[in-house]
Every structure is written in structure tokens, then in C-alpha cells.
């Protein structure tokens, strides 16, 4: 972000209180801050004990001896399904829907009850038993947003396999090396799903990651969803519905200790290879229903909350699966895009099914500000009580037109902060407590201590800006990277000592209210989407005419960043796109080769076509440089370049291009 557009930030001082009506019904209190402060660990200890039901009570709340590797809840055991689904069953809340399901095409809807999803989950479990699952066994999910990819998270819960869920939007090779990591030898896919109106493969996809070479695969449970054609290997595959008839309906669900690994979720870093962030059972399930209740202030008895994000990320494991659902909550699933088959499906969506608590990406709502109010206008948005924005910076202006638009200028807004990495929000507004600032995530919420340092790690002053850490470990940390230890204790607590460094640059205004700015490392983030420039690159040096690649994230109105690739081609490449004139099929030829390497998503908007790369003496390439061009703005200061002149070259075959 310029300078002058932090100024600007900083400068913004419209606040907007609760209503009264509001405070009178909100799970959140002033108390919890007080709570939290007086005795932290006697506060989580209490949490615990409130939000989950423990088969074992635990004997100590946190163990940091050996940090960075944090413990949770030792001695306590626990199974996160029980929480999650049987015991609302046992408290007589059976008939209550837990998932209105919403398909793409129109009309094509399931609401699916507690008691539906306790039989589901419990044949489920059975069905992965009998194909040799066992505890600890990593089981990977590549599903759409189907009910059935929450149950088989839930089914794997309950027999204490973790789970590692791949968004559909990735390609086989992404899924071949996520399967290599984590050793899955099962793989739950679906025939297909519905993109913007049409079926797409999935399966064909799984196939194509199994194909020659070497993998643990032994299984592939395969749902029906399109019923469009699919390739069958037999001994292999077998479909999801047929497994779950033969499976017995009864599973006896047994506990695990509290650190035991619930799920592994792989997402960019700062190097080409995707990192498996994995996250254990208890203190997770507990700071995602804690927040799930004091910040999405769902009253399971009577709200229908609904998050849009995707089950393949991490904001669909916590505020889809966990944390709704270990309330016991009603919500809304939708399969499809906002714009299937019209511009205002969301909208209609949220008359339809009464939506009282709305929880999605800053990407979306500027989508929304752009297709203008007149869409959601024609809806009924008056059941609407709570706004919440995660993914990335939301900007005042958006904050504004949410707060205006959608939630009539009633509805609190929560701009929530966190990571695959924290597992549950870690910074929001307390929404019958905060008064809220357009565009800041503004305080760690109760029973978290993160602050703004600089770059010797002191808090930095009000007024001022550095890098966002957080000073104690928390419930639903994540407890490392799959297999590698020593990337964990590097990449987040190298920087500064004793705290962990989440990768984001901030600032502080002068009330004491923390904005989260963005990455500050090499990683980008497109429509609230973690994507490494490392990861793109290396797929577009993989590609037999390119010899080099620079990949910076763009500033872009809507997906917040666009990925912006800068290619030096091959010698031969180069003498042959002379001769034909071929530079646009090239780039084209390109764009689909990163689609194939990675998955669709991380498709570049731009790809140029460059002699030279600006690289410093010591051979850094200086992204800084290319980002201005990218952006269209003035060089930067080009002195440390090894040779200055390559930026004159680099900007004139933009302007000629
Ligand atoms: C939940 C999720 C994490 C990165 C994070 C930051 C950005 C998330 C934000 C936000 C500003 C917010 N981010 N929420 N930036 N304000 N409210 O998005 O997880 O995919 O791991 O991304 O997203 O840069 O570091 P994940």
C-alpha cells in the first residue's frame, strides 16, 4: 500500500456503536476482556470446559516448556465429531437442520438434519474403517461444497484420522505431491461439480494424480454428484453412496487425547513448496467454537448463519465444520458462485433461507460494489443481524457499502483477522462490545495477546506501523509444519524471539487500533487466496521455453492483488516467436501451463515477456522494481541494480507492447 494510501487509513475516524438491541442479545461481554486478562490460562481452562464435552477432563492447560511447540489440554481426551454432531443429537436438538444446503442449479436443495448428519458421519466412520483407515492415517478430501465433504471431514474426525482437504480448484499435480507428503491412502473425491452453471471432472482429476509412479493411494470413495461419465479402476474406486449402505449406521466413537493431529491444511509460503499446517484436536475445536460464539454471535437456537467461503480452505474447516457445528448451529452451504445463474444468487439465497449472520471476503463484497446496490436492493435483507469480512484488508469504502447495502446500517460488521496457521480469528470487533472503524480488524479478541513491533521487536508507538506478532501462544495454534520441525520453528519464530511472526505488516492508529496492511514476505494474496510467487515461478520455469520467471502480486480493485508474471524466455523460444509471431500464443500456452502445474486459481493476469530481470548484485531479483511497472507507476530507486539500465528496457516494451 502507498503511503499516502496508509495516511488515508489512518485518518479514518467514523466509529459505529452497537445498536442497544443489539447489546441486549450478544454472546460477547466487556467481562470476557477482564476475565482474560486477570488469569489467561484459568480463562481458556474455563472455555474449555464450557464449549466441549470431554470424555477425560485435562490436567493442565498449557504445557511451553519445549516452545516453540506448544501443548494443550493435557490429559484431557476428546472426540471432536461427538462435540460436533452426537451430543446436539443426545440433547434432543435431532430435528434440527445443521446444513440448508443450496446446489448450483436452481431448486436443487437438502437441508440436512443433526439427526441425518449423526447417521452420515457414523456410516461414514464405519465405511473408512472398512477400507483399512486407522487412527492417525491421513486422509485426503477433494470434494465441492457438498454436504458430504463436511461429513467425510466429520467421519475422519471420529476415527481420528486426519484429514488433508484439497480446494477443487487444484490440479493433479498439486494433488500428487499434497498426497506424497501427507502418505494418504485414501482419497475422497466426487464424480464432479457444478462451476457456473456446468459440471466439471473431479475424479478425472484424481485420476490424473494417481497415473504412473509411485503412491500410497489404495482407495478412492467417489460421491455422486453430476453423474457425468467417469473412468473406474476397479479394486480401486467405489462409490461413496454405495459404501455408506453397506457400512453398519451405528459407530461407537471413541476419544483422543487433546493434542491429537485433527487435520493437516497445506497453503503457500514464502518458498515453491506448499507447507502442511496441521492443527490439533482440542485447543482447536475450542477457539473455534469460542469465536464462532462471542464474534459470529450465533444463538444456534435461532440464527441461520452462513459462510461463503470454500470447505478447501481454511476459513470452511473453522467457520463452516468446527466451530458452527460444535455450537450446534443451522447454517446456509451454497455450492456455486455469487453470479449462478444471476448476479443477485447471494442475495436471494439470504431471503430465502432468512440468513441472520453473513460471513464472507472483501473480494466478493467490492465484486458486489461493482455489479451495484440495485441488485441486492430488489431482496429482503431484513433478517440480516451480523456482517463479518475475512481473507484480506478490507478497505473503508467497502466496509461502508457492506454496512450500507447489505446490512441496512444496522448490522455490526466484524473484520476478522487470522491464518491457517492461527486456526480460528484471532484479532475482530467484539460485536456487542466494539465500536467499530471501517477498514481495521482493530483489538486481539479476549484470551489473545497480539501487538504491532518494529523491527527490533519493540510494540511500536500509536501513530505507527510494523509487523503484526502474537506474544503467547493460543489454543488453536497450529502445533508445526507436516514432517518438518524445523520450518515451523524458522519461518515463524526466527524473526523475532519468543513470539510468533505472522508474515503481515501493520499499523497502529492513535486510538490503539491495529490495521492489518497485508503480507510482507513473498506471498500474495488474490481474492483473499494465499498464493506463492515462488510456487508460480517455479511452474513457469518448468515450462521447456522459459528460462527465467518473476512473479510480483499487483494492486487490482477486486481480487485485492493480481498476479503479474515477468518471463525471460529460452533462446530457441525467443528466435521462433520472432519468426511466427507467436508472442500471444505463447503467453496463452503459458497461462495454461500454471493452470496445469498448480490449479486454475493460480493463473497470471499478465505475463510479459521481458529480455532482462532487474537483479541485484548479489542476483536477487528486486520484485519491488517490477511491481511498480506492474502497477503502472514510477520506477522506484534503481541504484542497488546490478545494471540499471534493465528497467529503461523492461518499461519501454511495456509502453511498445
Ligand atoms: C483466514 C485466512 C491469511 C492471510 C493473513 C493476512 C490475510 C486474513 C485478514 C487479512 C487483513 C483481515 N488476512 N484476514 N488481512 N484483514 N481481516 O484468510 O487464512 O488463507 O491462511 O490467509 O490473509 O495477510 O496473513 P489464510
Known amino acids: 500500500m502507498s503511503d499516502e494510501g496508509l495516511s488515508n487509513l489512518l485518518h479514518e475516524e467514523r466509529t459505529f456503536a452497537p445498536s442497544e438491541e443489539f447489546v441486549a442479545q450478544a454472546n460477547g461481554t466487556a467481562e470476557l476482556f477482564e476475565q482474560a486478562e486477570a488469569d489467561r490460562e484459568g480463562f481458556w481452562a474455563q472455555k474449555a470446559r464450557e464449549y466441549l464435552d470431554w470424555e477425560t477432563d485435562f490436567d493442565q492447560v498449557l504445557d511451553w516448556s519445549e516452545r516453540p511447540f506448544a501443548k494443550w489440554f493435557l490429559g484431557g481426551r476428546l472426540n471432536a465429531c461427538v462435540n460436533a454432531v452426537d451430543r446436539h443429537v443426545e440433547a434432543g436438538h435431532g430435528d434440527r437442520v445443521a446444513i440448508h444446503w443450496v446446489g448450483e442449479p436452481e431448486d436443487d436443495t437438502r437441508d440436512i438434519t443433526y439427526a441425518e448428519l449423526h447417521e452420515q458421519v457414523q456410516r461414514a466412520a464405519n465405511a473408512l474403517t472398512d477400507l483399512g483407515v486407522r487412527e492417525g492415517d491421513a486422509v485426503m478430501i477433494y470434494l465441492p461444497m457438498v454436504p458430504e465433504a463436511a461429513v467425510a471431514m466429520l467421519a475422519c474426525a471420529r476415527i481420528g484420522a486426519p484429514h488433508s482437504v484439497v480446494f477443487g480448484g487444484f490440479s493433479s499435480d498439486a494433488l500428487r505431491s499434497r498426497i506424497a507428503d501427507a502418505g494418504s491412502k485414501v482419497v475422497i473425491t466426487a464424480d464432479g461439480g457444478y462451476r457456473r452453471g456446468k459440471p466439471s471432472g473431479l475424479k478425472s482429476v484424481v485420476d490424473g494424480a494417481l497415473e504412473g509412479g509411485e503412491n500410497p493411494v489404495e482407495n478412492v470413495l467417489v460421491v455422486r454428484r453430476t453423474e457425468q461419465d467417469v473412468e473406474w479402476t476397479e479394486g480401486r474406486d467405489t462409490w461413496w453412496h454405495e459404501a455408506l449402505e453397506a457400512a453398519d449406521a451405528t459407530h461407537e466413537a471413541q476419544a483422543f487425547d487433546a493434542e491429537h493431529p485433527l487435520f493437516i491444511l497445506y497453503t503457500s509460503g514464502t518458498t515453491g513448496k506448499p507447507k502442511g499446517i496441521f492443527h490439533a484436536t482440542g485447543g482447536y475445536l475450542l477457539q473455534t467454537a469460542y469465536t464462532s460464539h462471542v464474534v459470529h454471535d450465533i444463538h444456534p437456537e435461532s440464527d441461520v448463519y452462513w459462510c461463503t467461503a470454500d470447505i478447501g480452505w481454511v476459513t470452511g474447516h473453522s467457520y463452516i465444520v468446527y466451530g458452527p457445528m460444535t455450537l450446534g448451529a443451522t447454517q446456509v452451504m451454497y455450492e456455486g458462485t455469487p453470479d449462478t445463474p444471476h448476479q443477485g444468487r447471494f442475495w436471494e439465497i439470504v431471503q430465502d433461507k432468512k440468513v441472520t449472520i453473513l460471513y464472507t471476503a472483501p473480494t466478493a463484497i467490492r465484486t458486489f460494489m461493482k455489479w451495484g446496490k440495485e441488485i441486492p436492493e430488489k431482496f429482503d435483507l431484513s433478517s440480516l443481524k451480523l456482517l463479518g469480512s475475512v481473507g484480506e484488508p478490507i478497505n473503508p469504502e467497502a466496509w461502508m457499502w457492506y454496512r450500507e447495502v447489505i446490512g441496512g446500517g444496522r448490522c455490526p460488521i466484524v473484520d476478522t483477522w487470522w491464518q491457517t496457521e492461527t486456526g480460528a480469528i484471532m484479532i475482530s470487533p467484539i460485536p456487542g462490545v466494539t465500536e467499530t472503524r471501517p477498514g481495521s480488524a482493530q483489538h486481539p479478541i479476549p484470551g489473545i495477546n497480539a501487538v504491532v513491533v518494529d523491527d527490533m521487536g519493540q510494540p511500536v508507538e500509536k501513530g505507527s506501523g510494523g509487523y503484526l506478532v502474537v506474544t503467547d501462544p493460543w489454543p488453536s495454534m497450529l502445533r508445526g509444519i507436516w514432517g518438518d520441525p524445523e520450518r515451523y520453528q524458522e519461518t515463524y519464530w526466527s524473526r523475532f524471539e519468543d513470539m510468533y511472526f505472522a508474515g503481515d505488516g501493520a499499523k497502529l492508529d492513535e486510538d490503539g487500533n491495529i ?89 497470471p493476469r499478465q505475463i510479459m515477456i521481458v529480455a532482462e530481470l532487474p537483479k541485484t548484485r548479489s542476483g536477487k531479483i528486486m520484485r519491488r522494481l517490477l511491481k511498480d511497472v506492474a502497477e503502472n507507476r514510477e520506477v522506484g530507486d534503481v541504484t542497488t541494480l546490478a545494471d540499471s539500465s534493465v528497467m529503461d528496457l523492461i518499461t519501454q516494451g511495456m509502453k511498445e507492447g
Do not use: Y
Open 515 to 603: 490495521w492489518v496492511l497485508g503480507r510482507v514476505d513473498d506471498v500474495m494474496n488474490v481474492s483473499g487466496h494465499r498464493m506463492s510467487t515462488a510456487e508460480i515461478e517455479s511452474a513457469l520455469v518448468s515450462h521447456p521455453k522459459v528460462a527465467e520467471a518473476a512473479v510480483v502480486g499487483a494492486a487490482d480493485e477486486t481480487t485485492g492483488q493480481a498476479i503479474c508474471a515477468f518471463v525471460i524466455l529460452r533462446e530457441e523460444a525467443v528466435e521462433q516467436a520472432d519468426e511466427e509471431g507467436e508472442g500471444q500464443d505463447l503467453v496463452a500456452e503459458l497461462r495454461q501451463h500454471v493452470a496445469k502445474e498448480i490449479g486454475a486459481i493460480a493463473k
